[in-house]
């Protein structure tokens, strides 16, 4: 039993071994979906457990944030909130979401293989060592940790970026709404999984696509799509976010319009990214 509302909610797009046309396809037209097992020889599948992390990362701070409420944050030990994560219970828990983890530890990135249909232009343009010093802004890859439970809210990506998500350990549900249904989710600020339609009551004719991520399962997300995500056990995942052909355009005019940019890292990025300028 799942926690969301499925009356408007239709499945994933599925794929077991998609070709790059299949998945090419999808971007294009901004569809939502899942390739069942696309992780399923990671070494990270094996690899990450919770003992690894505590054993190898234990003493290092994370911020973790309470999942309703970005403003409800700490930081803890990685070792402390390991044994948090196996030991709670409760409804609204902190969650590990937005741990930039190869700034401090780059060889975990040898733990995992993207796909070529997955590369980014901003990954293949500049070179590594930028990208985890003077470029942190654009490296865009998190590991994500929390209990059961724990989840995101609704939300659109940075700056019309697409993403992927691969799942390690865990079991992620999704929803997903297109910019069609923008107005009827609030503009992202409703919650799916508890929606408050005396505020939201378009929420209700809201038509979204729905999934359950598997461990070794990938999602992918577009650019335009207002996603959540719950937790529905504890879990590890990772999540890098990426610009191709298919979404440049509008990553270009997200930059441009971004208030979180500074007009000098503005510059910065179209240098390093003439496609952007
Ligand atoms: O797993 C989550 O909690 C959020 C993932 C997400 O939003 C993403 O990958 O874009
Ligand atoms: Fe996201």
């Known amino acids: 039993m799942t926690v969301m509302n499925h009356k408007q909610l239709t499945p994933c797009i599925e794929f077991f071994n998609p070709t790059t046309e299949d998945v090419t396809r999808c971007m294009e037209q901004r569809q939502p979906f899942i390739i069942r097992n696309g992780a399923a020889n990671w070494v990270a599948r094996t690899k990450w457990t919770w003992n690894f992390f505590k054993q190898n990362y234990g003493h290092h701070s994370i911020k973790v944030y309470r999942s309703s409420n970005d403003q409800d944050n700490r930081y803890m030990s990685l070792a402390e909130y390991i044994d948090y994560i196996t030991s709670s219970d409760e409804k609204d828990p902190y969650y590990a979401s937005a741990w930039q983890f190869s700034l401090y530890f780059k060889e975990l990135v040898d733990d995992y293989q993207v796909a070529d249909y997955f590369s980014c232009i901003i990954r293949n343009r500049i070179d590594d060592d930028l990208l985890h010093d003077q470029a942190a802004l654009l490296l865009l890859r998190w590991i994500y940790m929390g209990p059961k439970n724990s989840g995101s809210r609704m939300h659109l990506d940075i700056a019309s970026t697409h993403a992927w998500n691969a799942v390690i350990s865990g079991r992620k549900e999704w929803v997903f709404y297109g910019p069609e249904e923008a107005e009827k989710v609030g503009f992202g600020q409703v919650n799916a999984a508890e929606p408050d339609l005396e505020r939201y009551p378009m929420f209700h004719e809201a038509k979204g696509v729905h999934c359950i991520q598997n461990p070794g399962d990938i999602i992918f997300t577009p650019c335009t799509h207002y996603h959540q995500i719950r937790n529905l056990e504890a879990g590890i995942s990772i999540t890098e976010n990426f610009v191709n052909a ?22 910065f990025i179209k240098l390093l990214i003439p496609e952007f300028a």
């Open 246 to 267: 298919t979404n440049c355009n509008e990553v270009k005019q997200a930059l441009m319009q971004d208030e979180d940019i500074s007009p000098e890292q503005a510059s």
